[in-house]
């Protein structure tokens, strides 16, 4: 069996009422308006035996959506079934952190089995979370809904770098959640890095400039230079939340640019 993965990018949610200063720590332009996509990923090896898949975060739901006032475009377990994926047909997901946007859902996905850093689910339910700052991006019932898999053998931790299964790797990188890790994916193209918020937008990593919602700037800064290392190239990085991803990677279906196909190399070559 051949160790290349497809990788797609599945958009769900969009953002626009928010500015620069939501984007970046002390940006110059901090009032002007910045957009943000709300995705989750899918990798897919093809052979002989049918479809391999394996989920990369599932994303909020309708009802934290409201909570939150975040409006969702379609649940993420239906925009997988629109890609002809059926949410029950899922049995492996990385979480790439707990956080609301990554790691909500999680009911719809019963039969997965889920892979998250043990640093993660200790700083989500640990004394930190007495703190109103450090607990706003987790919601309490995702947490719970992860005990509950804990408690029903379906949480695999991993404490550092980690092989999921051949041509696929999570680094842990920290920064923006204690216990953040990206994905790494082996492509027809090379190594794809789905960077998820270890850098929300290409500015993030290029640019050096921090995204406000952190635990550790530090950390948050080495995982920028650690995105590079691992990526067989900077076109190979995929950020976590920036519009320009559907702008420059192949749509799946032509007239939609809400699934693009990262395993292609970009439209126009090398960024």
Known sequence: MS?????????????????????????????????????IWVLRQESGKGSRLILVDTGYDT?????????????????????????????????????????GSLKAFPNADLH?????MSYATGPRMCHDHLRAPFTGEHICDMVRALY?????????NKTITEGVETHLIGGHSRGLQCVRVKTARGWVVL??????????????????????VEDMLTGFQTLKQLAESDSHIIPGHDPMVR?????????????????????????
């Open 3 to 39: 160790d290349q993965w497809e990788v797609f990018a599945l958009k769900y949610a969009e953002r626009g009422n928010r500015t620069r200063a939501d984007s970046f720590i002390a940006d110059p332009h901090h009032d002007l308006p910045h957009a943000m996509d709300y995705y």
């Open 152 to 160: 029903a053998g379906r949480v695999h931790f991993s404490s550092g």
């Open 63 to 103: 009802e934290e959506g409201i909570a939150r006032s975040r409006e969702i475009q379609i649940h993420p377990a239906e925009k997988l079934r629109q890609f002809g994926i059926a949410p029950e047909a899922i049995d492996t997901i990385i979480l790439t952190h707990l956080h609301y946007d990554h790691a």
């Open 116 to 120: 998250v850093q043990a640093l993660e």
């Open 247 to 271: 702008s420059i990677y192949q749509p799946v279906l032509a007239g939609d640019d809400s699934i693009v196909a990262l395993h292609v190399a970009p439209k126009g070559g090398i960024l």
């Open 195 to 216: 960077a998820s918020d270890a850098s929300h937008y290409y500015e993030n990593y290029r640019l050096g400039k921090p995204f406000p919602i952190v635990v550790d």
